[in-house]
């Protein structure tokens, strides 16, 4: 189909041709962005979605956008306890638990539509040479003591327990069930070496003592003030999130530092790890330790760079050309603002450091949290079983994303902004113009009249529409500069929602295409520009919902413009216009809070009185062939009734929560699980019931 649009230097987004790397150029504005490494043995739900990785997509692809070097990494961080004690728990190696878990992130971000330009792993030489080097590093600067200190040490293992390899009675509290770095019940955190009675993860036979062990300690007490003047510059020139170590004032806030940094172990007694590099001449006490976790897990930011490309120090040493910004949750500040830098400054060399620290509090869920135990919460790729597109689920997370307080996650609310924002505002503003152009131009943009280029503020008939839309436009580029994604999002549903209304005030219909062509000309021309301008604005939110609009208007991605311009011009032929959006049935909440609301005993269904016509004084026999035959008829009465969507979705769960009683039959008879197994069939009563109801008012 023929495109017209208009050629000038930067319309257009600059795309990197497939196996280019992505490099900085000196003198250019480079954007170095990572999410914080997901642990690899579990799997993320919405919450660590939002907080960093879908977070970090979003303002990559704005300043790819703007046609800036950008370059987004991340990757599954796997090497320490936490993996050794998940890998002993399903009876595989760590390196087989990471590979299965590495490939449910993927699997996860991708549905998600993440545009990760390299999304890799810790485990890796590369990981491990780099992680090295900086160890040694900081043991030739004077930056590493060796410390003794007790340690809970199995005796029949023959090896020293790491915390979460050890549980015992809390001191504190009394729970039998504490693990050796916390107690889940009094949420106080304890050394391992305080258990009561402690206990071997492996086996809780064997005999758990207190020995010595010897370990390399990070002197965070040196640096200390290398760190809090680097912390002051940087805040400053890059305008951290108002929840991290130093407040609005300049003030450091961070308990750590205000009463004294102390030295930080950066070796463990693991065998899932980074070797510690022990040199001839060195302490040889090190030998068959690895790297604290928490010392190299930061290291995969450079290490899983350097796996991308061999030329990773062009981003990682350019501290002068490279801005990096770095996106996590709230719980993982510390290691970001103060410990990490401070491993930086130690090493020595011209480490590209936080420009800006973009942190989010909690999503939580539904009056709750999120629980993997107990199932409650949308987790990894369950997520597209809800059949909300990846487009919708980007929207809503964003417009709730916590990023001064924590926020709540609601099925009403997100189909509310389904089918309120998206289907009638943003969706509605561009299905509407769209088919005008197809159905009375021939779908070929008319000449309208204007020039090619910026449309004047001053326009004798859109003078206001223009420069609302270019006062907008502003609002959108300084609320993503400054990384407030939330209020960016909101901006573009402004601008969509303000061309509702130029279409409204306009009066675009047939009858204006009649009496003034050359006015319908005009606003169909500008509405269409609009559009172009709105793929792009919406692309770092929804890419999938700006690829459909590009289809549709059949141009080029282009960049975010400064002001409203005609680059779209006559003689253009747009292609098919189709709805961006569906409506989702509101009564849908309800079936997804029972699909993803956990195993919570679900309530006794109250008795039907609808359901059945057992006369007083019939048989026992009599009676349920009564019950039976008005099933029976009830359910052939429903099946001649179309199914919707929800309802095949309220089957499904049925469906689900059959197999799950039958699944609990099989198990060996316990008073557990016939617990389990009563409970699981009053949830299936309860969803056949609501079923039944459901069906029964689709037919009224």
Known sequence: MAQNIRQAEGILRTIPKVGEQI?????????????????????????????????????ARYNRTRNRRTLYVCGTDEYGTATETQALKEKITPRELCDKYNAVHVETYKWFDLGFDYFGRTSTPLHTDISQE????????????????????????????????VEGTCPHCGSNDARGDQCDSCTRTIDATELINPRCLIDKTHTVVTRVSSHMYLKLDAIQPQTEAWIRKSWKEGKWS???????????????????????????????????????????????????????????YPSITANYTPEWKQWWFNHE????????GKDNVYFHTIFFPSVQIGDGRPWTTLHHLSTTEYLNYEGGKFSKTHNRGVF??????????????????????PETADAMFSWADCIAANNNVLLNNFGNFVNRTLKFVSA???????????????????????????????GLLKDYIDAMEAVKLRLGLHTVMLISARGNLYLQSSGLSKALMTENPKRCAQVVSRAVNLIYVLSALVHPFMPATSDAILSQINAPERSVPLVLGNDILPGHKIGTPDHLFKKIDEKMAEVFKAKFGGNQPAPSPEPNADATHVAPGMSKRK?????????????????AVPKTAEVLAWEQKVAE?????????????????????????EGLKKLKTELADYQKQAQQ
Request: net charge negative.
């Open 242 to 300: 108002p929840n991290s170590v130093i407040n609005g004032d300049g003030e450091l806030v961070d308990a750590r530092l205000k009463q004294g940094m102390r030295p930080s172990p950066v070796t463990r007694d693991l065998t899932w790890g980074v070797p510690v590099p022990v040199r001839e001449g060195d302490d040889q006490s090190m030998a068959g330790k690895v790297l604290y976790v928490w010392f190299e897990a930061c290291i995969g």
């Open 657 to 681: 929560q059959g197999q799950l009683v039958r699944d609990l039959k099989e198990k060996p008879k316990s008073d557990e699980t016939d617990k389990e197994i009563a409970t699981a069939v």
């Open 23 to 59: 490099l900085p150029k000196n003198g250019e504005e480079n954007v170095l962005i990572t999410s914080a490494l997901p642990y690899c043995n579990n799997v993320p739900h919405l919450g660590n979605i939002i907080g960093s990785s879908l977070s970090a997509d979003v303002f």
């Open 321 to 328: 050309n490279v801005r990096l910004y770095q996106f996590m």
């Open 134 to 165: 900086i160890y040694l590093n900081l043991q030739d600067h004077g930056y590493l003591e060796k410390q003794n200190k007790d340690q809970t040490y199995c005796e029949q293992c023959n090896k020293f327990l790491a915390d979460r390899f």
């Open 380 to 401: 990894g790729p369950a997520a597209k079983e809800a059949g909300i597109p990846a487009s919708v689920w980007r929207y809503y997370l964003i417009s709730v994303r």
């Open 623 to 639: 009676a349920e062939a009564a019950k039976k035959a008005a099933a029976k008829a009830a359910a052939a009465a429903l099946d």
């Open 440 to 470: 009375n131009y021939d779908g070929v943009i008319p000449d309208s009249g204007d020039a090619a280029g910026d449309l004047s503020p001053n326009d004798e008939n859109d003078a206001e529409f223009i420069s609302d839309v270019n």
